[in-house]
Structures are given as structure tokens and as C-alpha cells.
């Protein structure tokens, strides 16, 4: 079992539409979770983290954690073609020097 | 004014040579990373420095060796190159990963390919 598992997609979404990115872990000490977005070519940029259960709203981004069930997601409103990017789930542990391990990634295409 | 800068961008090298990769940070940041993303864009850390000291080394071959000479730069020199080293290597800093929830930066990432 991957440390970080997320479907590798692609996840397809009309624009206008809710995108919505799913990722689990398997290491219950864990302590924070981050999303980035990665477009072709180019370098992982961080999104949001989120290290308390519930929700957590950034602009039209909305992190959940659910650390009973051991599941990270996020929410895009209001899809938009410049959101197609691949995007990665990253688990920072607290034990091996609070090493950040990162998802295999979930390619998202939003369609104008 | 890039905020974590690697050179070079593109690097491509014979079987059994050896190369180098630099980075540098002006963020003043006390903790630096490579990670290695592979052709199915699986990210692995390789190392990691805080403040000049090695807090985590994974199982990568030694012909792998990191050396930060300051807390702003962290390199990466790779001996007797293989064809499984093809692949792109990042360099990131965050702030200390022990006081707290930080994200990383990561540089633009240097596309290594051997041949």
C-alpha cells in the first residue's frame, strides 16, 4: 500500500463545474496535509494546507481533512481551463524528520 | 528575484559521467530538499538539510551526494550516471519543518537525461 494514494484521473469537469480531488494516507500520525498544482513542464506550486479536521475555504479552493478516516480532499468551485494541472496530495509525517511525502498526483482537465 | 533558483535547467550527459545540480534560495529558509519526480510524475524525496545539517537521507544509491555549504544552498553531485537516473530533479526549502505546517518552494526543476 502507497503512503499517499490518489486516483491518477484523468478527472474531467465542464467548466463552471465543482472539481473534486481525493487522496488518502495510511500513516495515522501524520500532522499536515498540502495540496499543490502542478502544470505540464513545470514546477509544484502549494495551494492550501490543512492540518485540523473539517474544512478550510481559500478563495474558491476548499481543503477537508478527516483524519478518522484518514482522507484529504479538495474542492474546486467554479471550475476554469486554467485549473487543468495535475494536482498533488503531500502528508508530513512527525516521525523520520517530519518528512513531507507526496501523492502520485491527480490530472485534472477542465473543458471550456 | 527567484525565490529558489536551480541550475542548469536541462542536463543531458553520458552513461558514467558525473554531473552537478545547484540551488540556491533567498528566501531565508532553514530547510532545503531534492526530490526526484520520475516519468510518471511520482515526487521522492531524496535529501533533506536544515541549517546545513543532513536530517534526511533516503535509500538512494551513494552516488548520489548532497553538500550545502550555507543555509541558502543546497547541491546535489551525481557520480557515474545511469539511464535509471533520467528524470527531473527539484529542489525545494520551507521554513523548519518541526515548528510548524509549512509548505515548500520549489525551484523550476532540472530535466536530467542520460544517454
New interface residues.
Given amino acids: 500500500q502507497k503512503e499517499v494514494e490518489q486516483n491518477s484521473g484523468p478527472l474531467s469537469v465542464p467548466e463552471g463545474a465543482i472539481a473534486s480531488l481525493n487522496c488518502t494516507y495510511s500513516d495515522r500520525g501524520s500532522q499536515s496535509f498540502f495540496w499543490y498544482r502542478q502544470y505540464s513542464g513545470k514546477s509544484p506550486e502549494l495551494i492550501m494546507f490543512i492540518y485540523s479536521n473539517g474544512d478550510k475555504e481559500d478563495g474558491r479552493f476548499t481543503a477537508q481533512l478527516n483524519k478518522a478516516s484518514q482522507y484529504v480532499s479538495l474542492l474546486i468551485r467554479d471550475s476554469q481551463p486554467s485549473d487543468s494541472a495535475t494536482y498533488l496530495c503531500a502528508v508530513k509525517r512527525k516521525t523520520g524528520g517530519f518528512k513531507t511525502i507526496f501523492g502520485a498526483g491527480t490530472r485534472l482537465f477542465v473543458k471550456a | 528575484d527567484t525565490a529558489v533558483s536551480q541550475t542548469p535547467k536541462y542536463l543531458v550527459t553520458q552513461m558514467g559521467n558525473d554531473k552537478s545540480i545547484k540551488c540556491e534560495q533567498n528566501l531565508g529558509h532553514d530547510t532545503m530538499y531534492w ?1 526526484k519526480q520520475d516519468s ?6 531524496m535529501f ?1 538539510y536544515n541549517n546545513k545539517e543532513l ?2 537521507n533516503e535509500t538512494v544509491p551513494n552516488r548520489f551526494s548532497p553538500k550545502s555549504p550555507d543555509k541558502a544552498h543546497l547541491n546535489l553531485h551525481i557520480n557515474s550516471l545511469e539511464l535509471g537516473d533520467s528524470a527531473v530533479y ?1 529542489c525545494a526549502s520551507s521554513l523548519p ?2 515548528s510548524g ?1 509549512y ?7 532540472t530535466r536530467l537525461t542520460v544517454v
Fill in positions: 526530490y510518471k510524475k511520482f515526487l521522492k524525496i533533506s536530517i534526511i527539484f519543518s518541526a505546517n509548505g515548500y518552494t520549489f525551484g523550476s526543476g
